[in-house]
């Protein structure tokens, strides 16, 4: 998690003053919140086609054609 890498790489390296894994780790710190982000987006797009759907009646079943 975000919290993970940031307490476990980002902080002692940045105490150490290195660079290379200092960007590292906060590169992955921001793509683990766009993560949670998009994750969150899809989640609540989900939601609301689940409740729109919900609302409409259920369709009247057709007669099935004739064949001949």
Do not use: E, H
Not at 16 to 39: E, K, N
Request: glycine fraction near 8%; hydrophobic fraction near 50%.
């Amino acid at each position: 998690t975000a919290y993970n890498i940031y307490y476990n790489v980002y902080q002692p390296n940045l105490a150490a003053g290195r660079t290379i894994p200092i960007v590292g780790s906060g590169l992955m710190v921001l793509v683990a919140i766009l993560l949670v982000v998009a994750a969150a987006f899809i989640g609540y797009d989900g939601f609301r086609a689940f409740r729109k759907y919900l609302r409409q009646p259920a369709a009247a079943p057709k007669a099935a054609p004739a064949r001949g």
